[in-house]
């Protein structure tokens, strides 16, 4: 039963908000804050599937057990993401940019207690011809 991994990067069991605020001064630089909210529950494409024939119960997203399986279970898992970018033009051909990206996970992998935390940083050097 594919329909809750199916059409969705994430997933069919996960709640999602998004927010990006961009501003550009064109020819010039450009900025961009950006952050992600995500609640994921235990159904992912790894999990074990049954057939769906109607009878169960559907569960309510993000699900803390899997419908098919009894026993498989575990807390909701939490993604934050917090990323700034930018980018200045030293000349009409020549430009630096950046990108600092902040993720956080709570009950990583619906594993209770359990919280990872990172920082990526890539700098760019962007020159047209």
């Known amino acids: 039963n594919l329909r809750y991994v199916q059409g969705y990067p994430y997933g069919g069991d996960a ?12 020819g010039f630089w450009k900025a961009s804050l950006n952050t992600m909210f995500m609640a ?5 494409f ?8 109607g009878s169960e119960t559907i569960p309510i997203t993000p ?9 498989e279970n575990g807390p909701i898992e939490y993604s934050w993401l917090f990323t700034l970018a ?3 033009n030293l000349s009409r051909k020549l430009a630096l940019s ?9 009950n ?6 359990s919280m990872v935390s ?6 760019g050097v962007h020159y047209s011809i």
Request: glycine share 14%; hydrophobic share 35%; charged share 15%.
């Open 15 to 26: 709640i999602v908000g998004n927010l990006l605020v961009d501003y550009e001064r064109p």
């Open 118 to 123: 990172d920082y990526q940083l890539s700098v």
């Open 108 to 113: 990583k992998g619906n594993a209770a207690g």
């Open 63 to 71: 699900t803390t057990q899997n419908p098919f399986v009894p026993g």
């Open 46 to 53: 790894n999990k074990t599937w049954g057939e769906y024939t």
């Open 40 to 44: 994921h529950g235990v159904l992912d």
């Open 98 to 106: 950046g990108h600092l990206a902040l993720p956080f996970v709570w």
């Open 86 to 88: 930018g980018e200045v």
